[in-house]
């Protein structure tokens, strides 16, 4: 009999052996099948080790004029003033502002909606393998190595956030010392599953985690993973066109806690967002540039790779903005998560992504990526992106408010015991208010009567009008906001 864990009470399911009547429990039901428990108000960062989660330790009074040229130019008049989202009387987001489209979209996302779940294993003649799956028909073609990591033989244990074509999967891998020869005293496995969206796979993590195991001590026995499928495989929409599969969306606006947007339920592990920033430190400031400027960002790391694709997450997470029209003629930010040499062909076509990897040849791949991080050294090869590596004055004051509102929710959620706020949210909210005052004050510029933006202009949003410049110009044009950049020249004095 395979036993729940009592660390996930996600599933109910157990393998009854014949003859014995089921138990009673709760209903199977989807609605019922998750943990309806609110989660305990604590201080985060002071949390024991989360699964899967490593702590890581021109001449005076002339300027230059510089417009956006991207031929498809927003609107410069700003949305309507207000959240974009509210909740209806039950507390439950209603999606106002949306279209008849993104709506049913966004209602179908809370669904469960497994299209596929696989048993991958090592095998030591043919290699990785997909040794098992359901449906049986689907297209499995190359999950067998983005499931198991490259180097993960060194490890005990991981879990992988992966994208196959339009779907995207989670799997957990683990690794068990056998005695024997034909498996040369290691037997290695992962169990996955694909969805259309991210979104809601983090439900399932814990029960992959027992899955997993089971499979290590008893294999070939599938009836967990049957009676899995059969009660949240998914039923999709009409062609497909309404899935939600990009990153992190503005479309519901700034109210997190009570209606968060549903890219940013992955972060549901405590601590996933602030250890992000505490690992990369003032350096966040240059991310945030980067992903802001919608660039191919990516991460490289040796294994375990799951704590490196919550990363792949938090640097989508620095790009939201909450005001209608913004975004509308970029690239999707799109997470690929964890890839490797199979995934070559795919990213020759993209135009913006965060991504990460274990394996070290894609350091060489220029031609694939904008941005390449090692640890915590992030470095660009392409010469006009090298200055905005640069940390100046208004980066560091950006990261000390951030720093210090962080201080400030830990002492009211000490001492006041204040829950209705925790640092995911917040450090989602900074970036987003962040990205909202740049971009009203470009669209209020740009709708003037003068479209002129001047050092004044600058400072209230928070940028540096030399140390920021080349971010802005850049900016301008892939927004295509079509504003008058007026920057003196920094040889000679400020006139202001």
């Known amino acids: ?91 439950d987001c209603a999606f106002t502002g949306l279209s008849v489209k993104e709506r049913r979209a966004a209602e179908w996302e809370e669904k469960d909606q497994i299209v596929a779940v696989f048993v991958v294993t090592f095998d030591t003649r043919s290699g990785n393998m997909v040794e098992w799956c359901l449906p049986q028909d689907v297209n499995l073609e190359g999950v067998e190595f983005k499931s198991m990591a490259s180097g993960s033989h060194r490890i005990a244990n991981d879990f992988i956030y992966f994208r196959k074509g339009s779907y995207f999967g989670l799997a957990c891998f683990a690794n ?163 890839i490797n040499v199979a995934d070559i062909t795919a990213l020759e076509t993209e135009l913006s992504y965060v991504a990460c990897t274990t394996e070290k040849i894609f350091e060489e791949k220029k031609e694939l990526y904008d941005v390449y991080i090692d640890n915590q050294n992030v470095k660009t090869h392409r010469e006009s992106l090298q200055p905005l590596l640069r940390i100046n004055s208004a980066d560091r004051e950006k990261y000390r408010k951030l720093s210090e509102q962080r201080q400030l929710l830990l002492y009211s959620q000490e001492v006041d015991g204040d829950c209705t706020t925790n640092e995911e949210d917040l450090f989602i909210l900074f970036f987003m208010e962040q990205n909202n005052r740049i971009f009203q004050t470009l669209l209020e510029v740009a709708g003037s009567a003068d479209p002129t933006l001047t050092a004044e202009h600058v400072r209230a949003m928070g940028l540096d009008p030399q140390g920021d410049r080349g971010f802005l110009v850049d900016l301008l044009e892939v927004y295509g906001i079509d504003v008058m950049l007026v920057i003196d020249n920094p040889c000679c004095p400020s006139q202001y």
């Open 1 to 91: 009999m395979v036993e729940q864990s009592d660390r996930a009470p996600l599933l109910d399911w157990e393998e009854i052996p014949p003859g014995q009547p089921p138990p009673s429990g709760p209903s199977l039901d989807p609605a019922d099948s998750v943990s309806s428990e609110p989660s305990k108000c604590r201080p985060q960062g002071r949390e024991g080790a989360v699964s899967g989660w490593a702590l890581s330790p021109g001449a005076p009074g002339s300027g230059t004029a510089v417009r956006g040229r991207s031929p498809h130019s927003p609107s410069v008049q700003a949305g309507p003033e207000g959240d974009a989202g509210a909740t209806d009387e039950e507390g």
């Open 176 to 338: 068990m010392p056998v005695e024997s020869e034909l498996e040369r005293g290691a037997r290695m496995k992962s169990v996955g599953i694909l969805s259309p969206s991210y979104t809601l796979l983090y439900r399932y993590m814990h029960f992959l985690e027992n899955q997993v195991r089971h499979q290590l001590q008893c294999p070939g026995q599938y009836s967990p993973l049957e009676a899995f499928y059969e009660d949240k495989k998914a039923v999709l929409p009409p062609g497909g066109n309404g899935l939600v599969t990009a990153c992190p969306t503005s479309a519901l606006g700034t109210m997190v806690n009570r209606c968060m947007h549903p890219e940013m339920k992955i972060t549901h592990p405590a601590g996933c967002m602030s250890q992000f920033i505490r690992f990369f430190g003032e350096q966040i400031m240059v991310l945030w540039k980067f992903a802001l400027l919608r660039k191919r960002i990516l991460i490289f790391s040796p294994p375990p790779v799951g704590v490196v694709c919550y990363r792949v997450y938090c640097c989508c997470c620095l790009a939201n903005v909450s005001i209608p029209g913004i975004g509308a003629s970029v690239p999707e930010f799109r997470p690929f998560f964890y």
